[in-house]
């Protein structure tokens, strides 16, 4: 079994940075990818950015790319999303997931989840 707890979302204005965490337990974290994805009301949730176990490779939205910025750090079983330049559009409750393969960019792909945080950017 694997446990996600999310952490860092809150109110910025647009252009401004946070950084959110996720940190795992379970002994699936290490040999898994790790992923963020948002949900705005309404909407489906979407793919942000996914990592694979060493922290070597990461996948970005075309949305997000050369703003957002993934990473891990396995010694703490976290893993991390730098948001910079935010637009109101990337107001979402944001959710990490664990899957098998850092590739995968599909929800029904990933197989736990965190309960979310949420951003919200006011323009």
């Known amino acids: 079994q694997v446990q996600l707890v999310e952490s860092g979302g809150g109110l910025v204005q647009a252009g401004g940075s946070l950084r959110l965490s996720c940190a795992a337990s379970g002994r699936t974290f290490v040999s898994g990818a790790m992923a963020w994805f948002r949900q705005a009301p309404g909407k489906e949730r979407e793919f942000v950015a996914s990592i694979n176990w060493s922290g070597a490779i990461a996948y970005y939205a075309g949305s997000v790319q050369g703003r957002f910025t993934i990473s891990k750090d396995n010694a703490k079983n976290t893993v991390f999303l730098q948001m910079n330049s935010l637009k109101p559009e990337d107001t979402a409750a944001y959710f990490c997931?664990?899957?098998?393969?850092?590739?995968?960019?599909?929800?029904?792909?990933?197989?736990?989840w965190g309960q979310g945080t949420q951003v919200t950017v006011s323009s």
């Open positions: 997931a664990v899957g098998r393969a850092a590739a995968m960019t599909r929800a029904k792909d990933y197989d736990y």
